[in-house]
């Protein structure tokens, strides 16, 4: 792999983007307009609340689309180039949809020295993903290799989605996908 | 203690006394075992005779550089007509380390604690917990320890019922090593890219919003209560070796050994029997063959340099190596090392946020040299670049995330030259010829 291929998930074409971003529905009314303006009271600034906001995008919607990017952007006050440059800065806010299970597997050298090569081969192929960064012709799952997920004395790490599961072994692989339907 | 392991006789725990309870993480069970006498009693005092006795006690930051904490506070000028703040790191990210997520998931009342102490003393009335987006179970137990502290009115508007006010506030980052540097992390709590900035000026006089702040890791504040709690003096005497180090250290313990885990032992204990004694030596029929002491930034030590070490600031840098942020990664005699310096350069070019030429430029480039050799298309000469790269990405650049993908290459091709020529005149790793034989 180049290092220019490094890591994320691999985009969708063009033209699905577009669309999504056509089809916006606003995330912010209701509760989640409160939540919002509950967290504004908490910085100086409305730009401090952007990491948060694009966090209740994601949570909302699974991913954060151009729409919603733009719709942040208002709220804000900010335009919405500046929050697209946020966005692609952290490795953490999807930017095409993703599989209903997202697998992110640390491969960092702690994990890298205690096998973590094996668990991401095991994963790949017990998953139906073709190669990092795609999602299973099914949709269920997308995985990718991830950056020390901070876990290291108990490699290898990986999170499904929000779960963080430790001490994953290539045998404990067909179990614990097993269990995501 | 060498959670999930019990506590080895010869640690002295004192932040990871609770680790593994239960009971602890809870507001009422923190109460039962002595949470929160120390800020009542800190709430009490004068905010400049707090920051005396973080001080006198010699605490030093635990996140890496090793600063001393208490004048790192005395930089702050309360009552200057400023706002202030006070950052918690606990964007934990540096590979080995994983000490403040044991901190943050069982006693996350340690952790606020330390911060609305340090908050008051310093004078700031809100206090943001920048905590890594990977984190999701320690952010989980953070806020509701949050919101357990604010509905028994230990923060908020009148904390403690002492009129003063104390806001401590979760934040959570989105994936981005590099907002565990200090500006960095003002930069992204602003909702910014994760980029360095330029110093000066200093946090303590242009920080976060543009106000006087100060930034502390999560392990550095969780001994706060401790020290005021039983004085000074009484931290002061955990040492045995350099007067300058002082107190007890989380170290974290990964990659190829018997027993990995977090272990809290008294600044200046002897590495070796630390390696060997409580961490159980390396796996069964095998031999240490090198060992990063802290976190993946710092130089690799051969294991006769780790064997002579005494575990403390000073101690590690007459070792060739530095203390960090206390990451242990030990790799046996069935690792290549040529992979595993590969591996981490990689690391620091997908973690590169591409600010200065050298480090974006350089962290790649090395990264394909070494990916090269490994994979047997090395030559010659490509060390000598390797090592001319690494000098002009050291001290030359923002923030010192280059001088981190520099220091494991110098070391390792200083120390392990051998592999390197192996592999450029075999066409190949041997450890993989030998494994295929």
Redesign the interface.
């Known amino acids: 792999m180049k290092?220019?291929e490094?890591?994320g998930v691999k985009a969708p074409s063009e033209a699905t983007q577009h669309a999504a971003a056509a089809d916006h529905e606003p995330v912010f009314t209701g509760d989640r307009r409160s939540r919002l303006d509950e967290l504004l009271s908490?910085y100086?600034?409305r730009?401090?609340?952007?990491?948060?906001a694009?966090?209740m995008v994601q949570e909302d919607r699974g991913w954060v689309s151009q729409g919603a990017m733009a719709e942040v952007a208002e709220l804000?006050g900010?335009t919405p180039a500046y929050v697209k440059?946020?966005v692609t800065?952290?490795?953490?806010?999807h930017q095409h949809p993703v599989g209903k299970y997202f697998i992110?597997v640390c491969?960092?050298?702690?994990c890298?020295?205690?096998g973590a090569e094996d668990v991401v081969a095991a994963i790949l192929r017990q998953s139906g993903c073709s190669q990092l960064g795609s999602t299973s012709p099914d949709g269920r799952f997308t995985v990718i290799e991830?950056?020390?997920?901070?876990?290291?004395?108990?490699?290898t790490p990986i999170?499904i989605n929000?779960?963080?599961v430790e001490s994953v072994t290539p045998e404990r692989v067909s179990s614990l996908l097993g269990k995501l339907r | 203690m060498g959670f999930p392991y019990p506590s080895h006789r010869r640690e002295t725990p004192v932040l990871s006394q609770h680790f593994g309870d239960a009971e602890a993480r809870a507001l009422d069970g923190w109460k039962k075992r002595g949470g929160y006498r120390a800020l009542e009693q800190a709430l009490g005092m004068e905010p400049a005779a707090i920051v005396a006795t973080i001080k006198e006690s010699g605490l030093r930051g635990r996140g890496g550089a090793g600063f001393p904490t208490g004048m790192k506070w005395g930089f702050m000028k309360p009552g200057d007509g400023k706002p202030h703040y006070l950052c918690v790191n606990a964007d934990e990210s540096e590979p080995g380390t994983f000490k403040d997520r044991e901190i943050m998931r069982w006693t996350p009342h340690a952790l606020i604690e330390g911060t609305a102490i340090g908050a008051y003393a310093i004078g700031a009335e809100i206090a943001y917990i920048y905590i890594r987006g990977e984190f999701t179970e320690p952010i989980r137990v953070m806020d509701q320890a949050v919101r357990d502290a604010y509905a028994a009115g230990i923060l908020g508007a009148n904390a403690m019922g002492t009129g003063k006010r104390v806001d401590v506030h979760i934040h959570k980052g989105a994936g981005a090593y590099i907002c565990g540097e200090e500006t960095a992390l003002m930069n992204s709590l602003e909702g910014r890219r994760g980029n360095p900035r330029i110093k000066p000026p200093f946090p303590a006089v242009a920080g976060l919003f543009g106000k006087p702040t100060t930034i502390n890791n999560v392990e550095t504040l969780a001994a706060v209560p401790h020290i005021l709690t039983n004085g000074a003096e009484w931290y002061k005497k955990f040492c045995l070796s350099n007067p300058k180090s002082t107190g007890t250290k989380l170290f974290s313990v990964c990659g190829n050994i018997a027993r990995p885990g977090n272990y809290e032992v008294v600044l200046g204990f002897p590495f070796k029997d630390f390696l060997y004694d409580l961490c159980g030596g390396p796996p069964p029929g095998r031999t240490f063959k090198a060992c990063i002491p802290g976190g993946s930034s710092v130089p690799i030590q051969s294991m006769a340099e780790a064997e002579a070490t005494l575990m403390d600031y000073e101690g590690f840098v007459a070792q060739g190596s530095m203390l960090g942020s206390g990451g242990v990664i030990l790799f046996d005699d069935s690792q290549c090392m040529v992979k595993h310096i590969g591996r981490l350069a990689r690391f620091y070019a997908h973690e590169s946020c591409a600010q200065c030429t050298q480090c974006r430029e350089g962290t790649a480039w090395v990264t394909r040299i070494l990916e090269r050799i490994e994979g047997g298309g090395g030559t010659i000469g490509d060390l000598d670049v390797l090592l001319e790269l690494s000098e002009n990405m050291t001290g030359k650049t923002i923030c010192v995330l280059s001088d981190s993908c520099a220091a494991p290459i110098v070391s390792g091709i200083q120390k392990f030259r051998d592999e390197f020529m192996a592999h450029i005149t075999g066409k190949g790793c041997p450890l993989r010829a030998s494994a295929a034989a």
């Open positions: 290092v220019s490094m890591g908490r100086p600034t730009m401090a609340a952007l990491l948060p694009l966090w804000l900010l440059g946020v800065f952290y490795t953490m806010y992110q491969t960092t050298s702690p890298g020295a205690c991830v950056e020390c997920l901070g876990a290291c004395g108990f490699a999170m929000d779960e963080f």
